[in-house]
């Protein structure tokens, strides 16, 4: 049998993100080059999806040599 046990506070998880999306003001930007493995649709997919998460819009372009972010408003 399990012990219920109250009051335990639950550590904080630390996640280190591997592209800078919070720290984008409007109309910033970030570059991923090619060489990072990130396909142009895998990189458009996870600009939405952070966006979405956090309330925030995102464009994804190809650009010579890999993809640039941009934050919108």
Do not use: C
């Amino acid at each position: 049998m399990y012990e219920i046990e109250r009051g335990v506070e639950m550590p904080v998880m630390k996640v280190k993100a591997k592209y800078p999306f919070k720290d984008l003001a409007v109309g910033d930007s970030f570059f991923v080059p090619d060489a990072d493995g990130l396909s142009g649709r895998r990189m458009h997919s996870t600009a939405y999806n952070y966006g979405k998460r956090y309330g925030m819009k995102f464009v994804a372009r190809r650009v010579e040599g890999g993809m640039r972010v941009w934050r919108q408003e």
